[in-house]
């Protein structure tokens, strides 16, 4: 299931943007804290000030700069007030000026009638636009929820997924025991970053808590501490739990390079199947073990395989050769 991105200009303000050095503070509009933010992107458009507003983007913040604000002082009051309704129109989500300045009273006055938040920083322009983006990027990032368990095992991001009932939960909490960490159980909100990671984590009503049939919720927290959880992990590896086919033909050698589909991202995938008498926490910890291998270059089945292919290109010319003679010794008899 898909989630659309969203952020409201009072969302922006609750995700304490002082905690990355980027302290703001609200000066007008307070009535437009519902508006939405879109784009991560950050425009800068001191052509609005001059009249070319419709080159504003909507759900775009907008910053105006040391730069902006000299400008707006250099006009007239008429001029200044006019220039402010301009540029707050309906799809504007907020201004944000940086470097601490102090504004005309036109532009709060206008912010004001038109519902549009006014905001301001101390931090510098170009600071201010790198760490806004950061925050903007990881709240609008793609997401998407999936059935499934995340663990942390041995550093790695291990996504169970599979049928409900197949035993994910039962593998994630024998996985837990032998000392792994969980992230995620049932419910797994997954987000992009940049253009190849995927971040999981758990929402919060659900975090730490872990449903297993026949014993109920859990709260793996406070039955192992609070090393046995974490809140995020990247996702490196997806691990499917299939039921047991025995008409089914599965890859023995483990030469398929299988990928699983995460929000446009392919992330490696191993199918395992799952029948009476498989030990699951253990496979997938060594399935885990096998990728952290695989990441640093190192893969068993194909150095296997490069070993049986060079020695069979050994043996050939032998086998060549000795049937040769052997065709030889007919033809000295006849």
């Not at 059935?147 to 997924?161: M, S």
């Not at 150095?303 to 049937?323: F, G, N, Q, T, W």
């Amino acid at each position: 299931m898909s989630i659309t991105p969203a952020i409201t200009v009072r969302g922006l303000l609750d995700a304490r943007p002082e905690s990355v050095g980027l302290s703001i503070e609200l000066l007008a509009g307070a009535a437009g804290l519902e508006r939405h933010i879109t784009s991560p992107y950050i425009q800068k458009t001191g052509l609005a000030l001059a009249g070319f507003h419709e080159y504003l983007q909507a759900g775009r913040i907008l910053l105006f700069g040391d730069s902006e604000v000299r400008f707006l002082e250099s006009m007239t009051a008429a001029a200044r007030q006019q220039a402010s309704a301009k540029c707050f129109n309906e799809a504007l989500p907020c201004l944000l000026v940086t470097g601490g300045a102090d504004l005309p009273p036109e532009l709060l006055l206008e912010g004001e009638r038109a519902g549009v938040p006014v905001l301001r920083t101390p931090v510098p322009t170009a600071t201010a636009i790198g760490k806004l983006t950061a925050i903007l990027e990881d709240r609008l990032a793609a997401r998407e929820v999936i059935h499934g368990v995340l663990l942390d095992i041995l550093g790695l991001g291990v996504l169970i997924v599979g049928d409900s009932g197949i035993g994910k939960s039962e593998c994630a909490l024998d996985l837990v025991v032998r000392g792994h960490r969980l992230v995620a159980d049932d419910t797994v909100e997954v987000r992009r970053r940049a253009e190849s990671i995927v971040i999981g984590t758990c929402p919060d009503l659900t975090r730490h808590h872990m449903e297993v049939r026949g014993l109920g919720l859990i709260n793996i927290r406070d039955l192992f501490g609070i090393a046995s959880t974490r809140t995020s992990k990247r996702v490196e590896l997806v691990v499917q739990l299939d039921r047991w086919d025995p008409e089914r033909e599965y890859d023995r050698l483990g030469l398929d390079d299988a990928s699983y589909l995460l929000i446009g991202i392919k992330v490696p995938l191993i199918r395992m199947p799952v029948a009476p008498g498989r030990n699951l926490a253990i496979l997938v910890e060594v399935a885990a073990r096998n990728q952290l291998l695989r990441m640093r270059g190192i893969n068993a089945a194909r150095e296997l395989v490069a070993r049986l292919d060079a020695s069979l290109r050994v043996a050939a010319p032998e086998h060549r050769s000795a049937a040769a003679a052997k065709h030889l010794e007919e033809d000295e008899e006849l």
